[in-house]
């Protein structure tokens, strides 16, 4: 089994920041895809920000130049740096991990998710 750990969420006003932390443990042989989804209430879950295991990284547009996904391979950790944050960044954020947890099968894991709250 693989455990996922977040940490970092809260409340904060508008313009101020924000860093997420996840941290996997547990079974794992190589961890692939890295990331984080948000879910507002009444929308559907939507990708954040993903990095890849070679460093590459992506964001949707609408925090692109605010936010940052980074990962720290030794530590299974990944983070997401989250700036000059908005009230409609307001959502329960999931880390997501995509790994090898034996030789013949990869799967994906979600952590309970972190509230962040941003006020106007």
């Known amino acids: 089994q693989v455990q996922l750990v977040e940490s970092g969420g809260g409340l904060v006003q508008a313009g101020e920041s924000l860093r997420l932390s996840c941290a996997a443990s547990?079974?794992?042989?190589?961890?692939?895809?890295m990331g984080w989804y948000r879910q507002a209430p009444g929308k559907q879950r939507e990708l954040v920000c993903a990095?890849?295991?070679?460093?590459?990284?992506n964001c949707v547009d609408s925090v692109k130049g605010r936010f940052t996904v980074s990962r720290d391979n030794a530590k299974n950790t990944v983070a997401l740096q989250m700036n000059s944050l908005k009230p409609e960044d307001t959502a329960v954020y999931y880390c997501?991990?995509?790994?090898?947890?034996?030789?013949?099968?990869?799967?994906?894991?979600w952590g309970q998710g972190t509230q962040v709250t941003v006020s106007s």
């Open positions: 547990g079974r794992i042989m190589k961890i692939n895809t």
């Open positions: 997501y991990v995509h790994l090898d947890d034996t030789w013949f099968s990869s799967n994906a894991y």
């Open positions: 990095i890849t295991s070679s460093g590459s990284t």
